[in-house]
């Protein structure tokens, strides 16, 4: 018993060490800086207090000379700015995409019953190439009306030959007046453009509290269920 404990107490101050290294070899990414700008603004919203972040917010607080309610806004354009570089970088011209062809090959192919994508990228690419080979998907989004098509959850619960799901949001989803919604880019539509300033990206950090809200929680349902339904994995 003592050999046993004394195992597992060094293996837990091994997985300290190992964790702090891991962390401290690299400088902060994108990911880093949103993710500790968020939970800033949470805290200080009071969305999601979170007492660890008290003293930090207090040591900004006498450094600067701002109200906590300027630090909120502070920390809120910081996550609106990263988002939009991010997305700014992803929405560009693809150079090549032979790499998606074994998708069209199976979302046209008879033989095959269904055909459902799951992605973790949050660039437009995928649904792009779909389009233009004029294959039908279902992704949890209405019929656009102007530039907007709004999130319908029931969707998802059809039969639809091919579901396309992005697990981690996209450069094009927004919450807008609390309600999700996909922005077009067809030049035909009117309408705003950026309805809010809130864009529906998940991150390395953030990922795992998003993963219970609307509409990732909708998609881990489903997709969850068409994976097991489904015969052949790519």
């Known amino acids: 018993m003592y050999r046993r404990a ?12 190992y964790f702090k290294v891991r962390l401290s070899s690299r400088d902060p990414n994108y990911e880093d800086w949103f993710y500790a700008a968020s939970q800033l ?21 006498s450094c600067t000379g701002e ?14 700015y990263i988002a939009g570089v991010v997305a700014r970088e992803l929405d560009f011209p693809a150079t090549r995409l032979d790499h998606l062809e074994c998708l069209v090959n199976a979302a046209k192919d008879p033989a095959i019953e269904g055909c459902d994508i799951f992605t973790l990228n949050h660039d437009s690419l995928i649904e792009k190439v779909l389009e233009n080979e004029e294959i039908s998907f279902v992704d949890g989004f209405a019929v ?46 009117t309408g705003p453009v950026y309805p809010s300033r809130e864009r529906v990206l998940l991150g390395t950090f953030n990922k795992i509290r998003d993963y219970i ?22």
Not at 6 to 17: E, K, P, T
Request: hydrophobic residues 30%; aromatic residues 12%; glycine residues 6%.
């Open 41 to 61: 603004n949470e805290h200080l919203s009071e969305e999601y207090e979170n007492p660890a972040i008290e003293p930090f917010v207090e040591k900004m607080g």
């Open 144 to 189: 656009p009306y102007k530039n907007k098509a709004w999130w319908n959850p029931e969707l998802l619960n059809g039969a639809a030959r091919s579901y396309f799901l992005k697990l981690h949001g996209s450069i094009n989803w927004f919450n807008y007046e609390e309600r999700l919604a996909k922005i077009s880019s067809d030049p035909t539509q």
């Open 6 to 17: 004394n195992s597992a107490r060094s293996g837990s101050i091994g997985r300290r060490r």
């Open 67 to 80: 109200p906590r309610d300027q630090l909120k806004e502070a920390m809120s354009l910081a996550c609106d």
């Open 213 to 234: 809200k609307s509409p990732t929680w909708s998609f881990s349902q489903h997709s969850g269920g068409r994976l097991l339904e489904s015969s052949i994995y790519m």
